[in-house]
């Protein structure tokens, strides 16, 4: 553990590698046991995280971090502290290599409603980093079954935003969304966006929304949308509901 200090970064690199391997294989042999330096560890891990100069370690360590999230055994106290040092690193927003590398860690870990208020908040902070924004958006769209109805109305307004890609992100994320009637009116309305890419994304979103009560809707931008890429997914929304 003392290498992970090491000034060459490819030997932290390779030494973290190591570590976070071995504590997998030691926590896989005791099943739902925590392993003895489990602790000692993680705490090498956030070090790097919220220390190290080379972003691309901070993004090993993030990796770590969320891998270990996931997989550990349940401990509430363990889980906040991971999960919030992660989301600390990744509001970041230059650490790119932190906020990808962490993503499916958090996507798929049990966050509390005081995190999920941290990545709305980020999700919607005017004058936000684009790479920040839409990381959130993506995190929260994953979420979605534990957001608030505010929350929820966050990803359905963000299908409005300037940013036509911020657009494609809420637009995707609305088909966690099919307990709230504004996440099918505003998969609709992006059925008629100037940007091909949202339109794109808005066809995935009404087919998953409505099913076959968007066939009449699928089957006019299959033949008249502008962009080919839309026409073809279209298509193949149609041919996914099936006959009618």
């Given at each position: 553990?003392?290498?992970a200090?090491?000034?060459?970064?490819?030997?932290?690199?390779?030494v973290?590698?190591?570590?976070?391997?071995?504590l997998?294989?030691?926590a896989?042999?005791?099943?739902n046991?925590t392993?003895a330096?489990?602790?000692t560890?993680?705490?090498?891990?956030l070090?790097?995280?919220?220390?190290?100069?080379?972003?691309?370690?901070?993004?090993?360590?993030?990796?770590?971090?969320?891998?270990?999230?996931t997989?550990?055994?349940g401990?509430?106290?363990?889980?906040?502290?991971?999960?919030?040092?992660?989301?600390?690193?990744?509001?970041?927003?230059?650490d790119?290599?932190s906020?990808?590398r962490s993503?499916?860690?958090l996507?798929?870990?049990?966050?509390?409603?005081?995190?999920?208020s941290?990545?709305a908040a980020?999700?919607?902070?005017p004058g936000g980093?684009?790479?920040v924004?839409s990381?959130?958006?993506?995190l929260?769209?994953?979420?979605s079954?534990?957001?608030?109805?505010?929350?929820?109305?966050l990803?359905?307004?963000?299908?409005?935003?300037?940013?036509?890609k911020l657009r494609?992100i809420a637009?995707?994320q609305?088909?966690?969304?099919?307990?709230?009637?504004?996440?099918?009116?505003?998969?609709?309305a992006?059925?008629?966006?100037?940007?091909w890419?949202?339109?794109?994304?808005a066809?995935?979103?009404?087919?998953?929304?409505?099913?076959?009560?968007?066939?009449?809707?699928?089957?006019?931008?299959a033949g008249?949308d502008p962009?080919?890429?839309?026409?073809?997914?279209?298509?193949r929304?149609?041919?996914?509901?099936?006959?009618?």
């Amino acid at each position: 553990q003392d290498l992970a200090a090491h000034a060459d970064p490819d030997l932290r690199r390779t030494v973290m590698q190591v570590l976070f391997h071995s504590l997998q294989a030691e926590a896989a042999v005791l099943g739902n046991e925590t392993p003895a330096d489990f602790g000692t560890l993680r705490q090498t891990f956030l070090s790097v995280l919220s220390g190290d100069a080379d972003s691309s370690l901070r993004g090993e360590a993030a990796w770590g971090l969320g891998q270990w999230l996931t997989a550990a055994p349940g401990d509430s106290h363990v889980q906040k502290t991971l999960a919030d040092a992660l989301l600390e690193r990744s509001f970041e927003a230059a650490d790119e290599p932190s906020r990808f590398r962490s993503r499916a860690g958090l996507k798929q870990a049990d966050l509390g409603p005081e995190q999920l208020s941290r990545i709305a908040a980020a999700a919607s902070a005017p004058g936000g980093s684009f790479e920040v924004r839409s990381w959130a958006l993506e995190l929260l769209g994953a979420k979605s079954e534990d957001l608030s109805g505010p929350q929820k109305l966050l990803i359905v307004g963000a299908t409005a935003e300037a940013d036509p890609k911020l657009r494609e992100i809420a637009v995707s994320q609305l088909l966690g969304l099919k307990d709230l009637a504004e996440a099918g009116a505003a998969a609709r309305a992006a059925l008629a966006d100037p940007v091909w890419n949202v339109r794109f994304a808005a066809v995935a979103s009404v087919a998953g929304l409505e099913g076959t009560a968007a066939r009449e809707k699928l089957t006019s931008i299959a033949g008249s949308d502008p962009s080919e890429e839309v026409r073809e997914a279209a298509r193949r929304a149609l041919a996914a509901l099936g006959k009618p």
